[in-house]
């Protein structure tokens, strides 16, 4: 029982990996690709470990950590590569996720609301405290300040 357990496993870890690599080809974005490669290398140390366990041995042992250890860094390499080369208007992580609460409109702005746009894509600017309502509450252990940047240019 437990042998054709293991051949149903490694079957359906097998289709994964077709899935996932096809994903690596048809991906429309970077992300997507390096997400599809991270699932790739969680889905062979799977089998690995799966083999491991049906076959009673510790072979591959070494082989699963380096594996975890590269898809890690690799994952947090390219995340931070992707946030260095986000173009200049576009959404900012606040914005996406929706965690922060959006800074109100300056009502003496003389651009009519384009500085407006831009802080709300970026954030909050000039080290203005935010809160966020989720986790209750204005109080001083809630407030996140952001660093100052440069205005105008």
């Known amino acids: 029982m437990l042998e054709h357990a293991y051949w149903i496993t490694q079957t359906l870890l097998a289709a994964a990996v077709f899935c996932a690599v096809y994903r690596v080809f048809r991906g429309p974005s970077v992300l997507d690709r390096v997400i599809s490669v991270d699932v790739i290398l969680i889905i062979v140390s ?13 072979d591959f042992i070494l082989f699963v950590i380096a594996t975890a250890v590269i898809g890690f ?10 946030a260095v080369r986000r173009p200049e208007g576009a959404a900012g992580v606040t ?19 384009s500085a407006g746009a831009r802080r709300h894509a970026d954030g909050p600017v000039g080290g203005e405290p935010v809160t966020d309502q989720r986790l209750g509450g204005s109080g001083p252990a809630r407030r996140i300040l952001r660093p100052r940047r440069p205005r105008g240019g």
């Open 46 to 58: 799977s089998m690995l470990i799966t083999d491991m366990v049906a076959r009673n041995h510790q």
């Open 95 to 113: 914005e996406l996720t929706g965690l922060l609460p959006r800074v109100p409109e300056d009502p003496g702005s003389e651009s009519g609301g």
């Open 73 to 82: 860094l690799g994952a947090v390499a390219i995340a931070r590569y992707v």
